[in-house]
């Protein structure tokens, strides 16, 4: 029933929005008796969260590449597609790189849910952009959100990573570790995005109406 409430919060405001944004005359029954499709889509949306507890095993890498699909189909400026990517399920990669940070950081190794810097997850996406565009770090974020998204629609959990990849880009034990990633010249990692089997469910964490104006 809750999701249900939140289907028809978003509903609404989806509503709300498009009588808003275009000027041809809707019928008002048709914009609120949204159709299958958005219900789907508008649900999985409101209903992701960051998971930072899974299942040991990495995520399937056929369902790997729907997702990887996902995120290259997102919109970027001039289809220049100012991205590179690169796909982690190796643990001796991700374990190697934790030990690493685990000298750095001995107190998050403290908590006995630690497994490893990647927020637990058994399958990590790396994702570059290219310094010379300016619009590329947009482009890396959209590519990111299709992927999770698409992922928190077939199951799988995810979260969105910054300070791993501030670890990386400054500590000089893990350097092999990033050129084992083998970006091209000119690219910068970005950050990263921890997938895998979700083993939590985190209640939805508050947002703010407050920080949207319609402009009149
Ligand atoms: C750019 C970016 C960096 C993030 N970095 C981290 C991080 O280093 N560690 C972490 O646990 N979560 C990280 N997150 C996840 C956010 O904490 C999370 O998305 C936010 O709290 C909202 O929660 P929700 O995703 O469940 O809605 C990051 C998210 C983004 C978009």
Redesign the pocket.
């Known amino acids: 029933m809750k999701s249900m409430k939140t289907i028809w919060g978003g509903l609404c405001l989806c509503a709300v929005l498009g009588s808003c944004t275009s000027a041809a005359p809707k019928d008002e029954a048709a914009e609120v008796k949204a159709p299958d499709k958005s219900e789907v889509v508008i649900e999985n949306i409101l209903t ?5 507890q899974y299942k040991p095993q990495a995520v399937n890498r056929d369902t790997m590449q729907v997702i990887l699909n996902c995120g290259i189909n997102a919109p970027n400026g001039q289809n220049k597609q100012s991205w590179e990517v690169r796909v982690v399920d190796n643990p001796e990669f991700i374990d190697g790189l934790t030990e690493i940070f685990k000298k750095e950081n001995p107190k998050a190794a403290e908590d006995p849910s630690f497994k490893n810097m990647f ?1 637990n997850a058994p399958t990590v996406v790396f994702i570059a952009h290219d310094t010379k565009y300016d619009m590329s770090q947009i482009d890396c ?1 959209l590519l ?1 959100e299709n992927m999770v998204l698409s992922a928190w629609s077939m199951g799988i959990g995810s ?8 670890f990386m880009n400054t500590n000089k034990d893990a350097a092999p570790y990033l050129k084992k990633l083998n970006f091209s010249e000119g690219y910068e990692l970005l ?1 990263c995005i921890a997938f895998g089997y979700p083993d939590e469910a ?1 209640a ?2 508050p ?1 703010s109406a407050a920080k949207i104006q319609f402009v009149d």
């Not at 992701?48 to 930072?52: G, K, L, Y």
């Open positions: 992701r969260r960051s998971i930072r927020r974020g990111g979260c969105c990573l910054g300070s791993p990849v501030r950050y985190p939805a964490k947002r």
